[in-house]
């Protein structure tokens, strides 16, 4: 069974820095592509960015664009999320999440199938 674990969430002031982490285990195969979600009190579940775990190319939603930076560590096992210029829009719960290795979506929350419990980012202006 695979499982994710998220770590690294905290408190900051507006234009500090946090990097999120996102441990994998129990994976037999290779992923297609890994995400952050976020979802803020009161609003939907929305899309951050996603990885293509074979080419290391990625995508980002515009409001964070130029901001943050997703990556991976294929001998680690883990995902990151480095997040620059904090905002407190972007206070949230901040969710990684993993498909079953096959193509689609990868911005999307319905393509994929394995969640972390995840990590809680407070910006405070």
């Known amino acids: 069974q695979v499982q994710l674990v998220e770590s690294g969430g905290g408190s900051v002031q507006a234009g500090e820095s946090l990097r999120v982490s996102c441990t994998t285990s129990?994976?037999?195969?290779?992923?297609?592509?890994m995400a952050w979600f976020r979802q803020a009190p009161g609003k939907e579940r929305e899309w951050v960015a996603h990885?293509?775990?074979?080419?290391?190319?990625?995508a980002y939603t515009d409001s964070v664009k130029g901001r943050f930076t997703i990556s991976q560590d294929n001998a680690q096992n883990t995902l990151y999320l480095q997040m620059n210029s904090l905002k407190p829009q972007d206070t949230a719960m901040y969710y990684c999440?993993?498909?079953?290795?096959?193509?689609?979506?990868?911005?999307?929350?319905?393509?994929?199938?394995?969640w972390g419990q995840g990590t809680q980012v407070i910006v405070s202006s």
């Open positions: 999440a993993a498909d079953v290795g096959a193509g689609g979506r990868c911005s999307i929350s319905e393509h994929y199938t394995y």
């Open positions: 990885i293509l775990t074979r080419s290391d190319s990625t």
């Open positions: 129990g994976n037999t195969y290779r992923h297609y592509c």
